[in-house]
């Protein structure tokens, strides 16, 4: 089954910057949208941004203009900027891909990465 593990996780100041990064166990040409999402204490997971196979982006609300993902399938990672970071933004960060080819279709994987913190503070 494709792994993927989340590395980058720290704490920093408001308005610091953190880069997050996820290595996939397997080809990630092969993987459709590979996506990063945070679950904040107390609070359900959400979806803060995906990547798709050719590149096109989709980034939560909360996030547009601070954050940007970026996919590099020859090395089998996708990271996740995050400049001008707010207290809101504390949460633990999760990596996720959704479907893998199959021969000539696709097969959903659904799997997530054991998760990263991200804590924003004074």
């Known amino acids: 089954q494709l792994q993927l593990v989340e590395s980058g996780g720290g704490s920093v100041q408001p308005g610091g910057s953190l880069r997050l990064s996820c290595v996939v166990s397997?080809?990630?040409?092969?993987?459709?949208?590979m996506g990063w999402y945070r679950q904040a204490p107390g609070k359900e997971r959400e979806l803060v941004a995906t990547?798709?196979?050719?590149?096109?982006?989709n980034y939560a609300e909360s996030v547009k203009g601070r954050f940007s993902i970026v996919r590099d399938n020859a090395r089998n990672t996708v990271s996740l900027q995050m400049d001008s970071l707010k207290p809101e933004d504390t949460a633990v960060y999760y990596c996720?891909?959704?479907?893998?080819?199959?021969?000539?279709?696709?097969?959903?994987?659904?799997?997530w990465g054991q998760g990263t913190l991200v804590t924003v503070s004074s």
């Open positions: 996720h891909a959704d479907w893998r080819r199959s021969g000539t279709g696709w097969t959903r994987l659904d799997a």
């Open positions: 397997e080809r990630m040409s092969e993987v459709n949208n």
């Open positions: 990547v798709g196979l050719l590149g096109s982006t």
